[in-house]
């Protein structure tokens, strides 16, 4: 299919074979797994996740490759959802499920909040910007250390996997690419975590993270509560680890 990648849904299509190999191995399909797509394009990760799943439920905005993928596939192999992955239900009657995507650079952040809130979902694969990935998988002491980081760490397992270079697209994009995993960690209970207060403390200490932590945190807490909860109040935001942070949230 000759298909003019659209500027507005942040189109760029995979297409370097070997590449695509080593993501249908990091993403590792088994047979009896649901399995969702999202964006699935031109079918470049389509294709190969098909061959090795009984059957492919997919994402797609743009109708013209809805059409496309509808002359490419069969229902026994594809089904195919047309509209926005931020407005579907991916609870799916409650079955588990893996998403998949090569996501859109634009939207990528806001897809996987609103996936996290969906029990059902087992593991994700996306391919995102690269640096995107790395604030994801970032360790305390780094700058790539943040909001980000610790909002979808409390939650997942997340997991680097492989470099994307934008030679592997048509267009090639201005970015490198990585491809992550998210899986919902089981080595403690989250649930006991409240996102809202978590997310209260992870936001204010990180609006201004070049200022020590008391001072980023000023209003919410004390030094003296900062000392009781075992973190140095001249420490700066990226230098506080995650189990810190849900720490401070519990005292809200």
């Not at 634009?106 to 995102?128: A, D």
Request: hydrophobic share 35%; net charge neutral; proline share 7%.
């Amino acid at each position: 299919m000759k298909h003019t990648p659209r500027k507005r849904f942040g189109q760029n299509f995979l297409q370097d074979q070997s590449i695509i190999r080593n993501i249908i191995e990091c993403i590792n399909p088994l047979p009896e797994q649901n399995f969702i797509e999202i964006g699935p394009g031109l079918a470049a990760l389509t294709k190969p996740l098909i061959e090795k799943l009984s059957h492919l439920e997919v994402i797609e905005l743009d109708r013209d490759i809805v059409n496309f993928l509808q002359e490419t596939f069969t229902p026994q192999q594809l089904t195919i959802h047309q509209g926005d992955a931020l407005k579907f239900d991916f609870t799916l009657n409650n079955k588990p499920i893996r998403v998949v995507g090569n996501l859109p650079y634009n939207i990528s952040t806001p897809i996987m909040f609103y996936l996290s809130q969906f029990p059902n979902i087992q593991n994700m694969v996306f391919m995102l910007q690269k640096e995107v990935v790395e604030r994801i998988c970032a360790k305390p002491n780094n700058r790539d250390y943040g909001k980000l980081t610790i909002m979808l760490q409390y939650k997942y397992k997340c997991r680097y996997l492989l470099d994307v270079p934008p030679e592997s697209f048509y267009p090639a994009p201005k970015v490198d690419s990585a491809i992550v995993s998210l899986t919902p960690r089981t080595d403690y209970d989250w649930h006991q975590v409240d996102e809202t207060k978590l997310n209260q403390v992870v936001s204010k200490a990180f609006s201004q993270r070049r200022k020590t932590i008391s001072n980023s945190l000023k209003g919410l807490f004390s030094s003296e509560q900062l000392i009781e909860a075992g973190i140095d109040p001249l420490l700066r935001p990226e230098n506080i680890e995650l189990e810190k942070y849900i720490s401070l949230s519990k005292l809200i």
